[in-house]
Protein backbone atom coordinates (compact mmCIF):
# COMPACT_ATOMS: atom_id res chain seq x y z
CA UNK A 1 0.00 0.00 0.00
CA UNK A 2 1.22 3.67 -0.69
CA UNK A 3 0.21 6.25 0.14
CA UNK A 4 1.88 9.82 -0.76
CA UNK A 5 1.87 13.15 -1.04
CA UNK A 6 4.04 14.84 -4.46
CA UNK A 7 3.44 18.68 -3.18
CA UNK A 8 6.58 19.93 -1.48
CA UNK A 9 4.79 23.03 -0.97
CA UNK A 10 2.66 21.52 1.88
CA UNK A 11 5.90 20.78 4.34
CA UNK A 12 6.15 23.74 7.06
CA UNK A 13 10.14 22.48 7.72
CA UNK A 14 12.79 22.43 5.68
CA UNK A 15 12.69 22.59 1.41
CA UNK A 16 13.08 18.83 0.49
CA UNK A 17 12.68 16.65 -2.47
CA UNK A 18 12.04 12.84 -2.10
CA UNK A 19 11.61 9.78 -4.12
CA UNK A 20 9.41 6.48 -3.37
CA UNK A 21 9.25 2.83 -5.04
CA UNK A 22 8.79 -0.74 -4.63
CA UNK A 23 8.85 -4.10 -5.82
CA UNK A 24 7.74 -7.34 -5.50
CA UNK A 25 11.10 -8.80 -6.15
CA UNK A 26 11.97 -12.19 -7.97
CA UNK A 27 10.94 -14.56 -5.38
CA UNK A 28 7.17 -13.51 -4.20
CA UNK A 29 3.86 -13.45 -5.49
CA UNK A 30 2.77 -10.70 -2.98
CA UNK A 31 4.59 -7.42 -2.27
CA UNK A 32 4.17 -7.50 1.23
CA UNK A 33 5.80 -3.79 1.93
CA UNK A 34 3.99 -0.30 2.29
CA UNK A 35 4.91 3.20 2.74
CA UNK A 36 4.02 6.75 3.33
CA UNK A 37 5.36 10.03 2.08
CA UNK A 38 3.03 12.85 3.14
CA UNK A 39 4.53 16.13 3.94
CA UNK A 40 7.30 15.68 7.06
CA UNK A 41 6.89 12.18 7.65
CA UNK A 42 8.46 9.18 5.64
CA UNK A 43 8.13 5.51 6.48
CA UNK A 44 8.61 1.69 5.36
CA UNK A 45 6.58 -1.08 6.75
CA UNK A 46 7.40 -5.20 6.04
CA UNK A 47 4.86 -7.27 6.44
CA UNK A 48 4.98 -11.20 7.64
CA UNK A 49 1.93 -13.22 8.42
CA UNK A 50 1.81 -15.35 4.78
CA UNK A 51 0.03 -14.96 1.96
CA UNK A 52 -1.97 -11.43 2.25
CA UNK A 53 -1.62 -11.23 5.98
CA UNK A 54 1.72 -9.15 5.83
CA UNK A 55 -0.11 -6.74 3.54
CA UNK A 56 -2.57 -6.29 5.84
CA UNK A 57 -0.69 -5.88 8.75
CA UNK A 58 1.76 -3.12 6.76
CA UNK A 59 -1.21 -1.28 5.17
CA UNK A 60 -2.78 -0.93 8.72
CA UNK A 61 0.61 0.33 9.89
CA UNK A 62 0.94 3.24 8.09
CA UNK A 63 -2.64 4.35 7.58
CA UNK A 64 -2.21 4.05 11.24
CA UNK A 65 0.62 6.77 11.16
CA UNK A 66 -0.09 8.73 8.80
CA UNK A 67 -3.75 9.48 10.31
CA UNK A 68 -1.45 10.05 13.33
CA UNK A 69 0.26 12.54 11.87
CA UNK A 70 -2.58 14.44 10.39
CA UNK A 71 -4.56 14.79 13.52
CA UNK A 72 -1.87 16.10 15.14
CA UNK A 73 -0.70 18.63 12.01
CA UNK A 74 2.73 17.47 12.41
CA UNK A 75 3.25 18.67 16.20
CA UNK A 76 4.59 15.67 17.58
CA UNK A 77 7.17 14.18 19.52
CA UNK A 78 8.13 10.57 20.55
CA UNK A 79 5.38 9.69 23.22
CA UNK A 80 2.85 10.83 19.68
CA UNK A 81 4.40 8.66 17.37
CA UNK A 82 4.55 5.93 19.71
CA UNK A 83 0.79 6.56 20.32
CA UNK A 84 0.10 5.96 16.72
CA UNK A 85 2.01 2.42 16.48
CA UNK A 86 -0.06 1.23 19.32
CA UNK A 87 -2.77 2.16 17.55
CA UNK A 88 -1.57 0.30 14.67
CA UNK A 89 -0.65 -2.65 16.72
CA UNK A 90 -3.99 -3.08 18.19
CA UNK A 91 -5.88 -2.43 14.80
CA UNK A 92 -3.44 -5.43 13.14
CA UNK A 93 -4.35 -7.92 16.27
CA UNK A 94 -7.77 -7.05 15.84
CA UNK A 95 -8.11 -7.80 12.21
CA UNK A 96 -5.66 -10.14 11.62
CA UNK A 97 -6.29 -12.37 15.06
CA UNK A 98 -2.71 -11.73 16.11
CA UNK A 99 -1.93 -13.59 13.06
CA UNK A 100 0.22 -11.19 11.84
CA UNK A 101 2.88 -8.31 11.90
CA UNK A 102 5.14 -5.80 10.54
CA UNK A 103 8.36 -4.00 10.79
CA UNK A 104 8.44 -0.50 10.50
CA UNK A 105 10.96 2.34 9.95
CA UNK A 106 11.05 5.88 9.48
CA UNK A 107 11.49 9.59 10.34
CA UNK A 108 9.29 12.58 10.83
CA UNK A 109 10.38 16.23 10.75
CA UNK A 110 9.89 18.05 13.86
CA UNK A 111 10.98 21.47 15.44
CA UNK A 112 13.52 21.61 17.86
CA UNK A 113 13.12 23.96 21.02
CA UNK A 114 16.32 26.62 20.24
CA UNK A 115 15.75 29.09 22.67
CA UNK A 116 16.17 31.39 19.91
CA UNK A 117 14.02 33.31 17.65
CA UNK A 118 15.53 30.76 14.21
CA UNK A 119 13.74 27.42 13.88
CA UNK A 120 16.12 24.62 13.91
CA UNK A 121 14.86 21.31 12.20
CA UNK A 122 15.27 17.51 13.53
CA UNK A 123 14.72 14.24 12.33
CA UNK A 124 13.16 12.22 14.77
CA UNK A 125 13.70 8.26 13.87
CA UNK A 126 11.80 5.71 14.98
CA UNK A 127 12.10 1.97 14.42
CA UNK A 128 10.71 -1.40 15.33
CA UNK A 129 11.69 -4.59 12.92
CA UNK A 130 14.88 -4.77 10.57
CA UNK A 131 13.45 -2.03 8.21
CA UNK A 132 16.06 0.84 8.45
CA UNK A 133 16.45 4.40 8.15
CA UNK A 134 19.90 5.83 7.27
CA UNK A 135 21.46 9.81 6.56
CA UNK A 136 24.10 10.45 4.07
CA UNK A 137 25.79 13.20 5.55
CA UNK A 138 28.90 14.60 3.65
CA UNK A 139 28.97 11.41 2.03
CA UNK A 140 28.71 9.55 4.90
CA UNK A 141 26.44 6.78 5.30
CA UNK A 142 25.12 6.69 9.11
CA UNK A 143 22.55 3.89 9.95
CA UNK A 144 20.08 5.75 12.85
CA UNK A 145 18.63 2.24 13.68
CA UNK A 146 19.57 -0.56 15.05
CA UNK A 147 17.57 -4.21 13.63
CA UNK A 148 15.43 -6.25 16.14
CA UNK A 149 16.25 -9.29 15.13
CA UNK A 150 18.20 -12.37 15.78
CA UNK A 151 21.17 -11.67 13.48
CA UNK A 152 21.99 -8.15 14.99
CA UNK A 153 21.55 -9.54 18.25
CA UNK A 154 24.52 -12.17 17.18
CA UNK A 155 26.95 -9.28 15.64
CA UNK A 156 26.66 -7.00 18.54
CA UNK A 157 27.74 -9.98 20.95
CA UNK A 158 30.72 -10.98 18.58
CA UNK A 159 29.13 -14.23 17.31
CA UNK A 160 29.22 -13.25 13.80
CA UNK A 161 30.04 -10.54 11.45
CA UNK A 162 27.57 -7.66 9.76
CA UNK A 163 28.70 -9.20 6.51
CA UNK A 164 27.95 -12.65 7.82
CA UNK A 165 24.23 -11.04 8.00
CA UNK A 166 22.81 -11.46 4.64
CA UNK A 167 23.71 -15.37 4.19
CA UNK A 168 22.95 -16.34 7.92
CA UNK A 169 19.75 -19.04 8.36
CA UNK A 170 18.17 -16.82 10.76
CA UNK A 171 18.55 -13.34 9.10
CA UNK A 172 14.82 -13.38 8.75
CA UNK A 173 13.67 -14.14 12.27
CA UNK A 174 12.51 -10.74 14.08
CA UNK A 175 12.61 -10.15 18.01
CA UNK A 176 9.91 -6.58 17.55
CA UNK A 177 7.03 -6.04 15.68
CA UNK A 178 3.64 -4.73 15.06
CA UNK A 179 0.84 -6.85 15.29
CA UNK A 180 2.61 -9.40 16.72
CA UNK A 181 4.70 -10.77 20.06
CA UNK A 182 4.69 -9.23 23.16
CA UNK A 183 7.28 -6.58 22.14
CA UNK A 184 6.11 -3.72 19.96
CA UNK A 185 7.74 -0.15 21.40
CA UNK A 186 10.04 1.58 18.81
CA UNK A 187 13.44 2.57 19.39
CA UNK A 188 13.67 6.33 18.94
CA UNK A 189 16.57 8.93 18.16
CA UNK A 190 16.98 12.33 16.55
CA UNK A 191 19.20 14.28 14.05
CA UNK A 192 19.71 17.16 13.18
CA UNK A 193 18.62 18.65 9.56
CA UNK A 194 21.04 20.29 7.55
CA UNK A 195 20.86 21.13 3.75
CA UNK A 196 22.90 18.15 1.87
CA UNK A 197 21.63 15.16 3.66
CA UNK A 198 19.90 12.20 2.29
CA UNK A 199 18.00 10.40 4.44
CA UNK A 200 17.39 7.04 3.23
CA UNK A 201 14.20 4.07 4.42
CA UNK A 202 14.06 0.39 3.28
CA UNK A 203 12.79 -2.74 4.12
CA UNK A 204 15.85 -5.71 4.51
CA UNK A 205 14.88 -6.49 0.49
CA UNK A 206 17.33 -4.32 -0.11
CA UNK A 207 19.50 -4.18 2.96
CA UNK A 208 19.44 -8.09 2.72
CA UNK A 209 20.76 -7.35 -0.87
CA UNK A 210 23.56 -4.97 -1.03
CA UNK A 211 25.97 -4.15 1.87
CA UNK A 212 26.02 -0.37 3.71
CA UNK A 213 29.13 0.07 1.54
CA UNK A 214 27.20 -0.57 -1.97
CA UNK A 215 24.54 1.60 -0.45
CA UNK A 216 26.41 4.36 0.18
CA UNK A 217 28.18 4.59 -3.14
CA UNK A 218 24.63 4.81 -5.25
CA UNK A 219 23.85 7.47 -2.70
CA UNK A 220 27.13 9.17 -3.79
CA UNK A 221 26.70 8.89 -7.27
CA UNK A 222 24.76 12.48 -7.82
CA UNK A 223 21.26 11.64 -9.18
CA UNK A 224 18.60 12.62 -8.09
CA UNK A 225 16.24 11.51 -5.69
CA UNK A 226 13.65 9.13 -7.51
CA UNK A 227 16.43 8.18 -10.04
CA UNK A 228 18.76 6.49 -6.82
CA UNK A 229 15.39 5.11 -5.68
CA UNK A 230 14.95 3.31 -8.77
CA UNK A 231 18.85 2.44 -8.91
CA UNK A 232 18.30 1.30 -5.66
CA UNK A 233 15.70 -1.53 -6.62
CA UNK A 234 17.25 -2.18 -9.41
CA UNK A 235 20.59 -3.42 -7.89
CA UNK A 236 18.67 -5.12 -5.26
CA UNK A 237 17.18 -7.36 -8.06
CA UNK A 238 20.44 -7.64 -9.62
CA UNK A 239 21.96 -9.03 -6.30
CA UNK A 240 19.18 -11.76 -5.64
CA UNK A 241 15.45 -10.13 -5.72
CA UNK A 242 15.05 -12.43 -2.50
CA UNK A 243 12.46 -10.28 -0.87
CA UNK A 244 9.58 -7.17 -1.64
CA UNK A 245 12.02 -4.37 -1.49
CA UNK A 246 11.14 -0.81 -0.97
CA UNK A 247 12.82 2.02 -0.49
CA UNK A 248 11.65 6.05 0.36
CA UNK A 249 14.62 8.64 0.29
CA UNK A 250 14.56 12.37 1.22
CA UNK A 251 17.00 15.00 -0.20
CA UNK A 252 17.03 18.10 1.87
CA UNK A 253 17.69 20.92 -0.36
CA UNK A 254 18.91 24.88 0.56
CA UNK A 255 15.57 26.96 0.83
CA UNK A 256 14.57 29.47 -1.87
Same mark, same amino acid.
Given at each position: ?????????????????? =?????? =??????????????? =?????????? =?????????????????????????????????????????????????????????????????????????????? *???????????????? /?????????? /?????? *????????????????????????????????????????? *????? /??????????????????????????? *???????????????? /????????
Amino acid at each position: MTLSDDSTEALQGPYVDY =GYGSHV =GLRRELNEDSYVVTD =GLFAVADGMG =GHEAGEVASSLAVQALAEGWERARGEVSESEIQEFLDEADRRIRQATDSKAGTTLSGAAVVEAPTGGSSSQWQWLVFN *IGDSRTYLLNDGALIR /LTRDHSQVQD /LVDSGM *ITAEEMHSHPQRNVITRALGAGDVWGADFSTATVTPGQRLL *ICSDG /LTGELTDQQIAAILNADHSAQETVDWL *IHRSLRSGGRDNVTVV /LVDVKEGN
